[in-house]
Each structure stands twice: as C-alpha cells, then as structure tokens.
C-alpha cells in the first residue's frame, strides 16, 4: 500500500513537470538538489541546466567579490587622503592658512571641480578669493541653508538654485552636482562637480563628516577675526 501510494506520488509530480516544463527556472536551487543519473539522453539536459546554473552562480559570486575589492580599495584611498588632510589642517599656523590648506586639498586630492566655503566670521589674512565668502549666520541669504546648518549633517545631491547661485556665483552653471558641509558657529564647506552622479542623496558621508570635523577643530585653534 505504501508502495503503490509513492509511486502514484511519483507519476503525479512527473505528470505535472511535463505540463510546466519551465518550472526549475523559477526554482533552481532546487535543480540543485536533484540527484540525476550520469548517462545519454534526456537526464543529461537537467545536469547540463544544472552545471549553467552553477557557472551562473558563480559568475554573480565573482562579480560580487569584484565589487567589494574595489570598494575596499577605494575606501582606503579615502582613509588615506582623509588622514593626510587632517595632518595637514593640524599643521596650520592661522585660520587662514587653514581655510587655505582645506579648499587646496579638496580642489587637488579629493578631484572638486569648485569648492566653495562660506564662513560666518571674517578671517583675518586672506584676500578677495573666489572661493571664499564670509556671510554672518543670520544674514537672510543664507535661509535656505537653515535646515543644512541645524542638522550639521553633510548633504550631497543637487542643490536648489538660489543654493547653487549663492554657493558659485557666475559659475554656477558648471555645478551639477554638490557636497555640503556643515560646520555649526563656523559655516559651509561646498565640493561641486560637473558630474551630475559625482554626488548623489543617499551616498556615504562618512568621509565628509570626518572632513568637516577636522577643519571645524583645525579653526577652534585661533581666534576669531
């Protein structure tokens, strides 16, 4: 009786895997499981579907490890920069040789087609630059970095336009993309790419944040102008 039950079992499933003969390529971890014998005839297209899906796997897995290599190496290329541009910000003998060393760096080492800073305190030593503004933190203009500034959190992403014509002045147009730092009671840092993908919402900020962080203590050194 137990006999008869299983094969009738057996037939029923043979049955319907005729009628759904596409059936292992939605499952094919089960092609997997399936236990085939090695000799000529229609057994040989299952292991040979079963030996593509492994070369299949195997070829995500390659792609996957690739991509991770690659990640990796590129985080320690930042882990490296952002270090050397923490050195050098603690060698700085001024605010302004400071602001200087972080705009060269981000410009040079970092690959920022035009960075900005907009600071909200005079710094006494540098010049009319470009890259440069010094705007006082409750001046109207800067309304629209409220939300920026309270949360002290790097942005990335494209701006709004008034942001980007405040930011980049007659340039603005080259800007299609940007990363903002926020540095609470000092001001903004701005990297803008004409890569529109160069900075995306949601990307890691982890690096930004340390950045910010460095130059906002770099400048706790010295007085205000």
């Not at 952002?82 to 910000?89: E, G, I, K, P, R």
């Not at 900005?116 to 109207?140: E, K, S």
Request: include cysteine; aromatic fraction near 6%.
């Amino acid at each position: 009786m137990d006999n008869t039950n299983e094969k009738l079992g057996a037939h029923e499933v043979a049955a319907w895997l005729r009628r759904h003969p596409t059936f292992l390529q939605q499952f094919p971890d089960l092609a997997l499981t399936l236990v085939v014998p090695r000799e000529d005839g229609p057994a040989a297209s299952l292991a040979s579907y079963q030996l593509e899906v492994l070369r299949d796997k195997n070829r995500e897995l390659s792609r996957r490890l690739h991509d991770l290599f690659a990640n990796a190496q590129e985080n320690e290329r930042l882990a490296v920069r952002t270090h050397q541009l923490t050195l050098a910000l603690m060698k700085q003998g001024s605010a302004a040789d400071t602001l200087r060393a972080m705009a060269a760096s981000l410009a040079e080492d970092f690959q920022g087609d035009l960075v900005r800073i907009v600071a909200f305190h005079p710094v006494d030593g540098i010049g009319d630059v470009d890259w440069l503004q010094v705007i006082a933190q409750d001046d109207p203009r800067l309304a629209g970095f409220r939300d920026i500034l309270g949360s002290g959190e790097p942005v990335c992403g494209r701006l709004h336009p008034d942001k980007n014509a405040l930011l980049y002045g007659p340039r603005v147009d080259e800007v299609q993309s940007s990363a903002l730092l926020s540095l609470p009671g000092v001001g903004v840092v701005a990297v803008g790419s004409r890569d529109p993908n160069r900075f995306f919402p949601g990307m890691g900020t982890l690096f930004l944040r340390m950045m910010g962080e460095a130059l906002a203590t770099g400048l706790q050194r010295f007085p205000r102008g």
